[in-house]
């Protein structure tokens, strides 16, 4: 722990210690030893002093909290939350107890201690830094819980108090993308990977995010930049984005290299093929997805209408009346109506011509 920090911490306890001293000189030389001990960095001589001096003042919060400093430093957090929670049960405004209660609660995945604790450190500042902390632990805290529109409401109101936090710029970006709020989302996870731009996870949630707000362009330029280190999701951001730009053969080559546990590979596959008007490999994609998931509406839909435009109005009729088989209600009618209109004009335009009438002869003068 630097100087300047272990000289905060003689600070926050000094008013503390005016009493104990009087009260007890042993445990004020315990104290004092462990104060030593901490700036030179034996944490766990220093611990044991500031046993000693629980030991003599139980109900006094310093020992607690120092134990609970050195206990962080030896790596036991178990044992160091303990300490914790008792120094803020003996003195609960205490800011530095409450936010590290809150921090390391976080690392072990109990959000709601995360929420009280670091509702109470914010209580007991007024410091800018430290509230911004506080909020965005909190944030933190309620995305982890699903609460998105509060953790939302926390994160902005921390952005405003630590404006050049790449890592609360990525919540806050995290929590408009949770509250469909796509193109602030952008804005605030752009900023963060400005920042760290070899972090991988903001890049993969900026990406989305540039889908999600219909930026295609941003989409491509992100996926294609990260080469070979695309991920199965920015893959298929990717090939999405391709899509929607109307590139469809990067869009099949794309989809392509998905692997073929990816659940949406077969349809994106298909719609890359239509739009390419590629009907043959439509028919093979469908056909494959249709054997892989016999029950998906959606393959009699897509495969009816390739069979439309392969001129096989009978082939797409039986398509769409399975899925209406499946599907029930009136969801397929109009595409059977469609393609029993087709078959009508196709017999008609294959039935020959009626044979000519024979000219009459002339009538006799």
């Given at each position: 722990?630097?100087?300047?920090?272990?000289?905060?911490?003689?600070?926050?306890?000094?008013?503390?210690?005016?009493?104990?001293?009087?009260?007890?000189?042993?445990?004020?030389?315990?104290?004092?030893?462990?104060?030593?001990?901490?700036?030179?960095?034996?944490?766990?001589?220093?611990?044991?002093?500031?046993?000693?001096?629980?030991?003599?003042?139980?109900?006094?919060?310093?020992?607690?909290?120092?134990?609970?400093?050195?206990?962080?430093?030896?790596?036991?957090?178990?044992?160091?939350?303990?300490?914790?929670?008792?120094?803020?049960?003996?003195?609960?405004?205490?800011?530095?107890?409450?936010?590290?209660?809150?921090?390391?609660?976080?690392?072990?995945?109990?959000?709601?201690?995360?929420?009280?604790?670091?509702?109470?450190?914010?209580?007991?500042?007024?410091?800018?830094?430290?509230?911004?902390?506080?909020?965005?632990?909190?944030?933190?805290?309620?995305?982890?819980?699903?609460?998105?529109?509060?953790?939302?409401?926390?994160?902005?109101?921390?952005?405003?108090?630590?404006?050049?936090?790449?890592?609360?710029?990525?919540?806050?970006?995290?929590?408009?993308?949770?509250?469909?709020?796509?193109?602030?989302?952008?804005?605030?996870?752009?900023?963060?990977?400005?920042?760290?731009?070899?972090?991988?996870?903001?890049?993969?949630?900026?990406?989305?995010?540039?889908?999600?707000?219909?930026?295609?362009?941003?989409?491509?330029?992100?996926?294609?930049?990260?080469?070979?280190?695309?991920?199965?999701?920015?893959?298929?951001?990717?090939?999405?984005?391709?899509?929607?730009?109307?590139?469809?053969?990067?869009?099949?080559?794309?989809?392509?290299s998905l692997p073929d546990s990816n659940k949406d590979k077969?349809?994106?596959?298909?719609?890359?093929?239509?739009?390419?008007?590629?009907?043959?490999?439509?028919?093979?994609?469908?056909?494959?997805?249709?054997?892989?998931?016999?029950?998906?509406?959606?393959?009699?839909?897509?495969?009816?209408?390739?069979?439309?435009?392969?001129?096989?109005?009978?082939?797409?009729?039986?398509?769409?009346?399975?899925?209406?088989?499946?599907?029930?209600?009136?969801?397929?009618?109009?595409?059977?109506?469609?393609?029993?209109?087709?078959?009508?004009?196709?017999?008609?335009?294959?039935?020959?011509?009626?044979?000519?009438?024979?000219?009459?002869?002339?009538?006799?003068?």
């Amino acid at each position: 722990m630097s100087q300047a920090i272990t000289r905060r911490v003689f600070i926050i306890f000094a008013f503390l210690f005016l009493g104990l001293m009087a009260a007890s000189a042993p445990a004020f030389a315990d104290w004092e030893q462990g104060m030593k001990l901490f700036e030179s960095k034996d944490f766990a001589g220093a611990q044991s002093e500031f046993e000693g001096v629980i030991a003599q003042n139980p109900e006094h919060p310093a020992g607690y909290y120092m134990s609970a400093l050195c206990l962080i430093q030896l790596n036991k957090v178990d044992e160091a939350i303990e300490a914790l929670k008792k120094t803020v049960q003996l003195e609960p405004k205490h800011y530095d107890a409450n936010y590290k209660l809150a921090l390391f609660q976080m690392k072990k995945g109990r959000t709601a201690e995360v929420i009280q604790a670091s509702t109470a450190a914010l209580e007991n500042t007024t410091k800018d830094g430290e509230k911004g902390l506080c909020l965005k632990l909190r944030g933190a805290a309620y995305l982890k819980n699903n609460k998105s529109a509060e953790a939302k409401a926390d994160l902005d109101q921390a952005i405003q108090l630590l404006p050049n936090d790449p890592g609360l710029s990525y919540l806050a970006g995290v929590a408009s993308l949770k509250t469909k709020d796509f193109a602030d989302a952008f804005e605030k996870l752009s900023k963060a990977s400005a920042a760290e731009p070899t972090n991988k996870e903001y890049t993969r949630h900026l990406m989305e995010a540039a889908s999600l707000s219909g930026n295609y362009e941003k989409t491509r330029e992100i996926g294609e930049g990260l080469g070979d280190q695309r991920s199965s999701e920015a893959t298929e951001l990717l090939g999405a984005a391709y899509l929607a730009l109307k590139d469809f053969p990067k869009a099949a080559t794309t989809f392509e290299s998905l692997p073929d546990s990816n659940k949406d590979k077969l349809y994106n596959l298909a719609q890359s093929h239509m739009g390419a008007k590629n009907w043959a490999k439509a028919e093979a994609t469908l056909k494959a997805w249709q054997e892989k998931s016999p029950n998906e509406l959606k393959t009699f839909e897509l495969l009816g209408l390739v069979y439309e435009n392969l001129h096989k109005p009978k082939d797409a009729l039986a398509q769409y009346q399975k899925g209406k088989e499946l599907a029930g209600g009136d969801k397929f009618d109009k595409m059977i109506d469609r393609a029993q209109l087709a078959i009508k004009h196709a017999e008609a335009a294959a039935a020959p011509p009626p044979p000519a009438e024979e000219e009459a002869p002339p009538a006799e003068q």
